[in-house]
């Protein structure tokens, strides 16, 4: 039998670079996007040695549509059926009241988490649709759900992938495509380095304390909707730190 493909974006770090290698594991062949393209070739070299499976880097910004398109188009011809996508690329960038708010900081925000997202499915849908068989799989945040303190305009952005979701669902239900929305709470992966523009230490606080998320443990998620027999679709998981009930308290250890 043929291995399953899947397409990631966000592949070269936290929770996207886990979920290739738990796919790998699990016998998928790959497409692995973003622009880093040092880390995509060394991870497509370790997981095609480590588990046989074919892999293939992807780069683009996904902020830029004729990168996207361009860099999809070029596949080589094995990448074009693809079964499951996963839109995980995304970022929060910032983190302050809307009066104070940086413009580049939300347009980063906007264009990465909501425009991005759409190109890469604007792109990889219609094949899904046309084979009548494949599964999107949007990673949102607990921020798509709930809005947090000074959290604004990257909540905006996962509830509008959240509304994407839905409608996606609603939209390519009848071709037999299924369509999960992952919902989760902290997970410690580049995320905060991200949004404190490299701030290392102010990162580090975000997760001192309490046993937060690993990006493995929504790597398994993903692989938990992508595996069930094809007339269960998993709609949505909302997955939280045990320490965290909703986004604004995390229960802290004493130090
Ligand atoms: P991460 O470790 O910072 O990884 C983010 C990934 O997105 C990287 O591979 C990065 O690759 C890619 N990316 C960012 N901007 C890009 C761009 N312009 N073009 C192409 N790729 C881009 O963060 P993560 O925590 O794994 O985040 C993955 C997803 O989970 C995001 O959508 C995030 O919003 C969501 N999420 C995270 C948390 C959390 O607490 N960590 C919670 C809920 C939801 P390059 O830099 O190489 O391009």
């Not at 995509?40 to 074919?54: I, M, R």
């Not at 094949?127 to 305009?153: F, P, Q, W």
């Amino acid at each position: 039998m043929m291995n399953k493909t899947a397409f990631i974006t966000g592949a070269s770090a936290g929770i996207g670079e886990a979920t290739a290698k738990l796919l790998a594991q699990n016998g998928f062949d790959l497409i692995l996007a973003a622009r880093r393209k040092d880390r995509l070739d060394k991870l497509c070299s370790e997981l095609s040695e480590q588990f046989g499976v074919k892999t293939q880097a992807c780069i683009f910004d996904i902020r830029n549509k004729e990168e996207v398109a361009n860099a999809i188009d070029q596949l080589p011809a094995w990448c074009q059926k693809i079964d499951v996508l996963v839109n995980n690329a995304g970022l929060a960038s910032g983190l302050s009241t809307i009066d104070k708010g940086d413009l580049n900081d939300w347009e980063t925000m906007i264009d990465t988490n909501v425009k991005g997202l759409l190109y890469v499915t604007r792109k990889i849908s219609p094949s899904m649709l046309e084979r009548g068989h494949g599964h999107v799989v949007n990673i949102a945040s607990i921020a798509g759900k709930e809005v947090y303190a000074n959290g604004n305009v990257y909540c905006s952005t996962k509830f509008a992938v959240d509304a994407l979701n839905k409608a996606m669902r609603i939209e390519f239900s009848s071709a037999h495509v299924r369509v999960t929305g992952i919902y989760p709470g902290a997970v410690e992966t580049e995320f905060s380095i991200v949004r404190f523009h490299g701030d290392e230490a102010r990162a580090k606080k975000i997760y001192e304390g309490f046993d937060s998320l690993l990006a493995h443990d929504i790597a398994d998620a993903i692989l938990y909707a992508i595996t069930r027999p094809t007339h269960v679709n998993i709609n949505e998981l909302i997955i939280m730190p045990t320490a965290q009930p909703v986004p604004g308290i995390i229960h802290r250890k004493e130090s």
